[in-house]
C-alpha cells in the first residue's frame, strides 16, 4: 500500500490554503537578509586578502544564489509579495542577471507543475523520463540524448546546459518574439563578464563571478533532478494521474539541517510546494507540520549513498512500478 492516505485533491489542497498567507514583514526581511548575505558572500569572493578565504567565499556565494534563486522562483509562483511593484522589478532585474528570464521560466516551469509524473506529458520544463519499452524501441541516437540529458556531468555544467542554452539561446532562436528576454539575458550576461574580466581581473571574475554561478547552478541542478528523481517515486498514467498524488508520490522531501534549509529556501520540502505552489517558501515547514498527510514523505538526502541512488534511476518500468537502470531494462527486454 501507498505511505501516503488517498485522500482528495480538492480537500488537501483546502486545508493547505490558510498556509498560503502573505506575511509582509517575514518576506520583506527574507529579501534584504538574502541580498545582505549575497553582498557580504561577493566581497568576500572578490577582495579577501588570502586565497583559500575567497575560495570559501565563491562557495559562500554559490549557497546564496541559491537561495536567492528561490525567492525569484516564489515571487514567479506569486508567493513572495506578488503585488508589489518594487518586488517586480527586482526579481524581473534578477532573472535577466541570472539567466532566468521570467517568460521562459513561466512558461517551463508552470507546464512542470502541472505534469509531474504525468507519463503522457511532454518533458517541457523537467528532465526526460521514458519507459522502459520507449528506451528499447529507442534508436543508438536517441538513446544517446537521452543519457546526455541525464547524465551527472549535465548536471555539473548546468550553467551552461541548463541555464545559458536551455533557459536563454535556444528559446531565443526558436522564437526570438516570445522569448526576446532570453537574448537580452545572454547580451547582458556576455556583458557583464567582459566588464568584470576588464576592469577586476581574471582572479575576481573567476571566484566572484564565474566560480559562484558554476557551483550554484550544480547544485541547483541536481536537486530539481533529485527531487522528482529518486528511489520510491511513482509516474502514473494518465487515468491514474491526480494532482495531489504527483505532489506526495513523486515530489521529494529533502531531509537537511536548518544551515542547508536556509540557504535552499525550503526547496526541501518540496512535496509541500508541489501540492500548493502560493505558500512561501518561509511557511512550507508550518504546513508539514500542521497536516498529518504530508509527514510521511518520499525522502532524499544528499548523503553519498542517496545521491547515487538518485543518479541511478534511469528509466520507468511500468510492469514493475519503478524506476530501473538502463541495463535492467535490457535484460527485462531480453
Not at 547524465?151 to 522564437?175: D, I
Not at 505558500?279 to 532524499?300: C, D, G, K, N, S
Request: net charge positive.
Amino acid at each position: 500500500m501507498d505511505r501516503t492516505p488517498q485522500i482528495a485533491d480538492k480537500e488537501l489542497l483546502a486545508r493547505t490554503r490558510p498556509f498560503a498567507v502573505q506575511d509582509t514583514a517575514r518576506a520583506g526581511w527574507n529579501i534584504a537578509a538574502t541580498y545582505g548575505a549575497l553582498v557580504a558572500a561577493v566581497a568576500i569572493a572578490a577582495a579577501a586578502p588570502w586565497w583559500p578565504l575567497r575560495i570559501v567565499g565563491l562557495f559562500l556565494e554559490a549557497l546564496v544564489l541559491v537561495r536567492a534563486f528561490i525567492l525569484f522562483h516564489d515571487f514567479m509562483h506569486g508567493a513572495l509579495l506578488p503585488g508589489s511593484r518594487v518586488t517586480r522589478w527586482l526579481f524581473h532585474a534578477q532573472g535577466i542577471l541570472t539567466l532566468t528570464p521570467a517568460r521562459i521560466w513561466n512558461d517551463t516551469h508552470n507546464h512542470h507543475h502541472a505534469n509531474t509524473a504525468r507519463l503522457a506529458a511532454s518533458a517541457a520544463g523537467t528532465f526526460t523520463t521514458w519507459t522502459t519499452d520507449t528506451w528499447n524501441k529507442a534508436s543508438r541516437w536517441q538513446r544517446l540524448a537521452y543519457v546526455v540529458e541525464r547524465h551527472p556531468l549535465t548536471f555539473a555544467t548546468g550553467y551552461f546546459t541548463a541555464f545559458l542554452l536551455s533557459l536563454c539561446v535556444v528559446p531565443f532562436l526558436k522564437n526570438p518574439r516570445r522569448y526576446a528576454s532570453s537574448g537580452l539575458a545572454v547580451l547582458v550576461h556576455l556583458t557583464l563578464s567582459v566588464v568584470v574580466w576588464r576592469v577586476f581581473g581574471p582572479g575576481v571574475y573567476l571566484s566572484a563571478f564565474l566560480g559562484p554561478l558554476v557551483a550554484a547552478y550544480a547544485l541547483g541542478v541536481y536537486l530539481f533532478y533529485s527531487q522528482h528523481n529518486f528511489p520510491d517515486v511513482a509516474i502514473r498514467a494518465e487515468e491514474q494521474w491526480t494532482h495531489a498524488g504527483s505532489a506526495l508520490e513523486a515530489s521529494s522531501y529533502l531531509a537537511c539541517g536548518p544551515v542547508l534549509a536556509w540557504f535552499t529556501g525550503n526547496i526541501g520540502y518540496h512535496h509541500v510546494h508541489h501540492l500548493n505552489p502560493r505558500i512561501p517558501f518561509y511557511r512550507l515547514p508550518e504546513a508539514m507540520a500542521a497536516i498529518p498527510e504530508l509527514q510521511h514523505p518520499r525522502v532524499t538526502t544528499l548523503n553519498v549513498t542517496d545521491v547515487l541512488a538518485c543518479l541511478r534511476q534511469n528509466l520507468w518500468d511500468p510492469e514493475q512500478g519503478r524506476m530501473v537502470r538502463y541495463s535492467e531494462a535490457q535484460v527485462h527486454s531480453a
